[in-house]
């Protein structure tokens, strides 16, 4: 008989009452519940996304080249490109538009 879950243990996690939160852990808790990973994409069937990650980041720059740089109409976009892209990918490219040396869109 295998046992998965010490029963006092799983009654401690998962209590009924919950500590009061802060208004800081509050917020981070609305971010949380609003972040959303990017939707699957058909045309990027494979495990490896790296294709899916650089489309996104470009779906985001040609989003504020058509808006204009309207940074909060191009949130979602963004969000999409930071959820599939590894981090040090999206610095990267962020620091080559910076200085002018992006092979992606232009914005």
């Given at each position: 008989m295998f046992r998965f879950y010490n029963f006092t243990?799983?009654?401690?996690?998962?209590s009924e009452d919950l500590p009061p939160l802060s208004k800081?852990?509050?917020?981070?808790?609305?971010?949380?519940?609003?972040?959303?990973?990017?939707?699957r994409d058909a045309r990027f069937q494979s495990t490896n996304q790296a294709?899916?990650?650089?489309?996104?980041?470009?779906?985001w720059l040609l989003c504020l080249k058509?808006?204009?740089g309207d940074e909060e109409g191009c949130k979602n976009m963004r969000q999409?490109?930071?959820?599939v892209c590894p981090t040090i990918w999206t610095e990267k490219w962020d620091e080559e538009?910076?200085?002018?040396?992006?092979?992606g869109i232009q914005v």
């Open positions: 243990i799983f009654q401690t996690i998962f800081d852990q509050v917020a981070a808790m609305e971010v949380v519940k609003n972040v959303r990973t990017t939707p294709g899916h990650c650089w489309n996104r980041y470009n779906e058509n808006t204009k999409y490109a930071i959820s538009r910076d200085e002018g040396k992006f092979a």
